[in-house]
């Protein structure tokens, strides 16, 4: 499988950039983020799931327990019952991620009208005049 990352980003690098697209500053954007976090963790936790229209969806996986080999020595062994966090992308979060040529769709998670998959065969200046600001297009 190509490896598709370089580097990852810190906690630092995250709250600074989330901070900088805010215009807010870093200790409220931190303290944002972690109730964010702590919020989709708990809420995961107790069986819920958490979405965020146009990003995805969080949810709790179970693994029963199974059983595996240990590596050094080949042995069977068990290995007991885990849960783990997943996220699942939403289909506009995906065509994103591909690349995808623009079409008119909302996205809450981008806070705007993004144009996402479909044709793009306006010059760019056509597209970006077409971002939405408070339900109305700017001039």
Not at 24 to 38: N, P, Q, R, S
Not at 72 to 98: D, F, N, V, Y
């Amino acid at each position: 499988m190509k490896e598709l990352y370089t580097s990852m980003a810190t906690k630092a690098e995250l709250i600074s950039g989330v901070a900088e697209r805010a215009d807010a500053d870093k200790k409220t954007t931190e303290a944002v983020l972690a109730a964010f976090f702590e919020h989709t963790a708990e809420t995961v936790k107790s069986g819920d799931k958490v979405s965020w229209p146009g990003f995805g969806t969080f949810s709790m996986t179970e693994r029963g327990p199974r059983t595996g080999r240990n590596p050094q020595t080949g042995k069977s062994m068990k290995i007991g019952k885990s849960r783990s966090l997943k996220l699942q992308t939403s289909a506009p979060m995906k065509e994103w991620l591909l690349g995808k040529p623009p079409i008119e769709r909302h996205h809450a998670f981008f806070g705007s009208i993004l144009f996402m998959g479909g044709d793009k065969s306006e010059p760019d200046d056509y597209w970006e005049s077409k971002q939405l600001v408070g339900g109305a297009e700017e001039p």
